[in-house]
């Protein structure tokens, strides 16, 4: 693996000590960042040097939820009558798209979207799968996608019983030894599930047992909508995290999904768990669907992570729209701000910790090597103490012109490295053509 040299940048670390260098550098070696700040370059033998001009330098980004699979749902209009509500959504879209997918779409749609997320200057995705046509080794696909472009993936299959009871299961019991056992941490596992509206009493026994026994969390949709919490209550008198802990579900290496409905006990319990709530809140407005309550569940000591839900592969619009909807929701200006994008940049890292061995999302000695370079010379001042004015107000529209993962320039200049994108679309559109009209 090649060592890099990236000098003449502003160095924005988000290490622990708000270390800022308006003409810093970084070096990278083996993978992991070595030296940051003002050094001198003379004590390192670089393979190769990237020079910033300028340019804001500063950790990979991280997508604490993804759904790669529903990439070839962009321009489609499912046939019939418009949802109406959230249930009709899943029933007359998602559960449609992902029984439709074969095992070339679940590899295109994971690729052209990881592609998207390295341009976008993310560089880990921890991601919750579905496709019960080919359910069976759907995450090697996906894996697959993830070492052709040289990012970190956190893998897991969503287990549901609306098809089949337990299915899922077995994708994700294979997985799951199949990455302890390579041990490489560049893919991770969870054990996903979908939600408790669609997971039966045997199903939760056996996913429980199984996820128990390696040692792994899990990673599950909860309180989205009203459905999810009365279906729920309906059927087991149980609120959702009660349930949630009657099969030891909740834990530090669990992520829980939405949290919209959560109850201020149920916020409490995420809290004393330990447990992890991410917040998708582009994806909350599309599907027309009530505001979490994120400041309270900050207030309460929550772990409180960012993903994208699969509306994109671009992290800081969510944060972005994250705080701009807390503050038209709670009419108040003064709200949110800080909060979001703390979200995005430290608690998204501190997810990502609790599941990869190699600590991220910092410019500091002993980090993994995920740094991105953003096109971004601004024409107002520019500090660590605005930083985030700039992050949600220009980063935000500005193109990453280098993303490093791993260690390994993945994009220099706009361009992927290796990668033919002509050729990846061109074979995207055809598999989502395919796959529409295979959609009724």
Known sequence: MESILIKNGVVVTLDDDHHWWTNGQVYIEDGQIVAVGDFDETAYTPDRIIDAAGNIVMPGLINAHHHLYSTFARGFTPPGEPARNFQEILERLWWKLDVALEPEDVYYSALIAVMYAARAGCTTIIDHHASPSCAEGSLDLIEKAFREVGLSGCLCYEVSDRNQQGEGIAENE????????????????????????????????????????????????????????????????????????????????????????????EMDLLKTTDSILVNNPESNMNNGLSVTPILEMCARGVLVGLGTDGMSSHMISQARALYLLQRTYRRDPRVAFVEAADILLKNNRAICNRLFKTPRGQLAPGQLADVVIADYVPFTPLSADNFYGHLLYGLSFARMGTTIARGRVIMENGQLVGIDEAAVRAKCVERARNLWARIT
């Not at 959702?240 to 939405?258: E, K």
């Open 174 to 265: 294979r997985f799951i030894k199949q990455t302890q056992a390579a041990d490489d941490d560049q893919i991770t596992a969870l054990f996903g599930l979908h939600a408790l509206m669609t997971l039966s009493t045997p199903t939760l026994e056996r996913s429980a047992e199984i996820a128990h026994a390696h040692g792994v969390g899990f990673h599950v949709h909860a309180a989205e909508a009203e459905v999810d919490v009365q279906t729920t209550f309906e059927q087991y008198q149980r609120r959702l995290m009660d349930r949630f802990l009657d099969f030891g579900i909740p834990s530090s290496r669990s992520i829980f999904v939405h949290g919209i409905h959560f109850e201020a006990r």
